[in-house]
């Protein structure tokens, strides 16, 4: 399972991202904008976010990226 797909699965069991920001005491456009790639996670919110809940691993988590954007032709 890749950083992506262990990251979907997360929310998925926890109520999605509303579920996953007010599990994780993370502001919910932060936890939106990982689920839409927006945006990655960096070692700092991989730490916050494993401290709220011990089953994630920040290792894995750090390798969440942001999805690249198609540029407009």
């Known amino acids: 399972m890749d950083a992506r ?3 979907n ?3 998925e ?4 991202p509303t579920g996953v920001a007010a599990r994780l005491g993370i502001p919910y456009p932060t ?3 990982v689920c839409n790639g927006s945006r990655g ?3 700092s919110l991989a730490s916050r976010m494993a401290e709220r809940d011990p089953m ?3 290792r894995v988590l750090v390798w969440v990226e942001a999805t690249p954007k198609n ?3």
């Open 41 to 43: 996670i960096g070692r």
């Open 71 to 73: 540029k407009a032709a």
């Open 13 to 16: 069991r926890n109520d999605g």
């Open 31 to 33: 936890i939106a904008a």
């Open 56 to 58: 994630l691993d920040p």
């Open 9 to 11: 699965s997360y929310v």
């Open 5 to 7: 797909a262990y990251w």
